[in-house]
């Protein structure tokens, strides 16, 4: 029987982008989950990878938005690994990653990543990788969180999920990509699939377990219900009464950005709000 790998979070102590990745530790490699946003995290998170003194095997993403794959280069540091996704996922990170770099670029600065590479090895849905004895197995969700999610299980067992952002641990989430019903009827099935008591390591915060399921769907059915109660006859009062009402929902402060850049595009989604003329 295979050595239980160790799972190792980084950044340690959360701070700048508040955002997750992984190193999944077995007995002679690495296999790293998602990689960091900003330049310094994901040359800390390689520091650390090189502290373990083990190679790196493999990365696998979890979805297509650039928090999770912009400091791919930076954490491989020109090691010959596969980058594994679903080709949903690649396809999608290539399409976009050149809008992110216009939005992304200009917040970070000299900490978003100017070189990016994008995975470069594709999985179907269910299939495994296996290193050293330690099986991965990917769900290919398609449109969730982002505009395609890729959850992976850590052995045969579920007992321990790379979930994504498919929960949020009681922080503000995104939901500007417009898949909210997508993400509400994946939730219903993953919660059907994995196990009551597995334990999810999330994208933001955590680890969680199945509990928050529920916290994570009244998040975004509070969401898109506040927008759409909202009186979009003035643009500048409703945004104002969606932010209030999540702050009732979830009083933290943490990722609410993120939250107030999702109001006006769902608000277009929904009709509400008048999409600019191309």
């Known amino acids: 029987?295979?050595?239980?790998?160790?799972?190792?979070?980084?950044?340690a102590q959360q701070a700048s982008a508040f955002v997750n990745a992984y190193l999944v530790e077995t007995a002679v490699g690495v296999v790293a989950v998602d990689s960091l946003l900003t330049v310094s995290d994901?040359?800390?998170?390689?520091?650390?990878?090189?502290a373990l003194r083990k190679p790196l095997q493999a990365v696998l993403?979890?979805?297509?938005?650039?928090?999770?794959?912009?400091?791919?280069?930076?954490?491989?540091a020109?090691?010959?690994?596969?980058?594994?996704?679903?080709q949903g996922v690649i396809d999608t990170i290539a399409r976009d990653d050149a809008t992110k770099d216009a939005i992304v670029g200009p917040m970070f600065g000299d900490e978003w990543p100017r070189t990016?590479?994008?995975?470069?090895?594709?999985?179907?849905?269910?299939?495994?990788?296996?290193?050293?004895?330690?099986?991965?197995?990917?769900?290919?969700?398609?449109?969730?969180?982002?505009?395609?999610?890729?959850?992976?299980?850590?052995?045969?067992?579920?007992?321990i999920v790379f979930l994504g952002d498919q929960i949020y641990d009681h922080t503000h989430c995104y939901l500007a990509d417009g898949f909210h019903r997508e993400w509400l009827?994946?939730?219903?099935q993953l919660r059907e699939r994995l196990p009551d008591d597995a334990t999810f390591h999330i994208g933001h915060g955590g680890p969680v377990g199945a509990g928050m399921w529920d916290w994570q769907?009244?998040?975004?059915?509070?969401?898109?219900?506040?927008?759409?109660?909202?009186?979009?006859?003035?643009?500048?009062?409703?945004?104002?009464?969606?932010?209030?009402?999540?702050?009732?929902?979830?009083?933290?402060?943490?990722?609410?950005?993120?939250?107030?850049?999702?109001?006006?595009?769902?608000?277009?989604?929904?009709?509400?709000?008048?999409?600019?003329?191309?």
């Not at 020109?78 to 679903?86: F, L, S």
């Not at 009827?185 to 219903?188: D, F, L, V």
């Not at 979830?250 to 769902?266: G, K, R």
């Open 1 to 11: 029987m295979a050595q239980q790998p160790a799972v190792h979070r980084f950044p």
């Open 42 to 50: 994901s040359r800390a998170m390689r520091a650390a990878l090189e």
């Open 61 to 76: 993403l979890t979805h297509s938005h650039p928090d999770h794959y912009a400091g791919l280069a930076q954490l491989v």
């Open 78 to 86: 020109g090691d010959n690994v596969p980058i594994i996704a679903p």
């Open 116 to 159: 990016r590479i994008f995975p470069n090895t594709p999985i179907r849905d269910g299939e495994s990788v296996t290193f050293d004895g330690v099986q991965f197995t990917v769900i290919d969700l398609g449109p969730s969180e982002s505009p395609h999610d890729s959850p992976w299980i850590l052995g045969a067992d579920a007992k």
């Open 185 to 188: 009827a994946n939730i219903a």
């Open 217 to 278: 769907r009244g998040y975004i059915q509070t969401f898109v219900a506040a927008v759409g109660e909202a009186d979009w006859t003035e643009p500048d009062h409703a945004k104002p009464a969606v932010v209030a009402r999540m702050k009732d929902y979830e009083p933290s402060d943490e990722l609410q950005f993120l939250m107030e850049l999702s109001v006006e595009p769902v608000a277009k989604q929904l009709g509400l709000l008048e999409r600019p003329t191309p």
